[in-house]
């Protein structure tokens, strides 16, 4: 029995998110032993990606030999039954042992750093994927988009199909040092891998977060000016922005920032340095500079984990 053909975007992206997490949960020795392609596991990869996409499904090598297959309890009975046909044809044919487990809800796209988020109106970017203080999934980004409910698109913004709520936001604060930084919490289940979109189809996977310094080689996603490259030129900044805000203790680069690209991420390769805050907007004008509200205060101001690629 076969499915009709699901979102690839969206289910690739989740198959990311669920080895992340089940390798964390077995020896790296033995996710490392498997490159992708490796072992009864991973021809049983290769046959199940060359099936219809099961909706509400993900699927990952947790050692050489087992694959561990995930079904949201949503699934009717007959998808359920196509998947453990399919299943049991695969370790028949592969001799990998695939085990099926459940989960509760659906899974949503979800963004990488540097993705558009929308809500009605209008438009920022996401930073960096973390997990909450509660270990929920979640993303961070500035404080100043505000306190909203975001989504994939204007159009489902408009009508209330969000994927992720802003939970706490802080901008302009004097009592907290006028950061610029915010957290949201995904809604349901959703891909949420620690990578940061690269705007050339690939992304960057991020190790760890760090701090920035002067003369560092930088990159910033964001999803109006899509990939920046730049070097880092001050630190602990102090901005006064336009409209008579505030921001303190700012990344400052000689990039561009402009109007969405707010929130979306500064890094150095696999290091995620910042959120975007603001800058000059006319590109072509003069030397360009863009401020960024540093990563770590922000993960220690919520409590959350960076979420990091194995």
Not at 23 to 32: C, D, F, G, L, Y
Not at 38 to 52: K, M, R, S
Not at 82 to 106: L, N, P, Q, R, Y
Not at 152 to 168: K, L, M, P, Q
Request: charged content about 15%; some cysteine; hydrophobic content about 40%.
């Amino acid at each position: 029995m076969r499915l009709a053909t699901r979102c690839a975007v969206a289910l690739a992206a989740t198959a990311v998110v669920t080895v992340s997490g089940i390798a964390a949960a077995v020896p790296a020795s033995a996710v490392e032993a498997t490159p992708g392609a490796a072992g009864a596991a991973g021809a049983a990869i290769h046959e199940l990606d060359a099936q219809d996409y099961y909706p509400d499904t993900a699927f990952g090598v947790t050692a050489p030999d087992h694959v561990v297959v995930e079904v949201s309890d949503n699934a009717d009975p007959d998808e359920i039954a196509a998947i453990e046909s399919a299943v049991a044809a695969d370790e028949a044919h592969t001799g990998a042992h695939i085990t099926v487990t459940t989960f509760h809800g659906d899974l949503r796209p979800g963004f990488v750093g540097g993705d558009a988020i929308y809500r009605p109106r209008s438009r920022c970017s996401a930073a960096f994927n973390v997990l909450t203080r509660e270990g929920q999934d979640g993303f961070l980004t500035a404080g100043h988009c505000g306190d909203n409910a975001w989504a994939n698109s204007t159009w489902e913004a408009n009508f209330g199909i969000t994927v992720a709520t802003t939970v706490n936001a802080s901008f302009n604060d004097p009592a907290k040092g006028y950061p610029d930084y915010a957290l949201a919490r995904y809604t349901a289940a959703a891909a949420s891998p620690a990578a940061v979109n690269l705007y050339d189809g690939q992304q960057q996977r991020v190790y760890v977060a760090g701090n920035a310094y002067v003369g560092e080689s930088v990159e910033k996603s964001g999803s109006t000016s899509g990939l920046s490259a730049g070097m880092v030129t001050g630190l602990d900044v102090t901005v006064n922005y336009v409209n008579g805000t505030r921001v303190q203790g700012m990344i400052e680069t000689d990039m561009c920032a402009r109007p969405g690209d707010s929130g979306g991420a500064l890094f150095d390769k696999g290091i995620a340095l910042g959120i975007t805050s603001g800058g000059s907007v006319d590109c072509a004008a003069g030397t360009p500079q863009s401020f960024y509200q540093p990563i770590i205060p922000a993960l220690q101001a919520y409590g959350a984990t960076l979420k990091v690629s194995d």
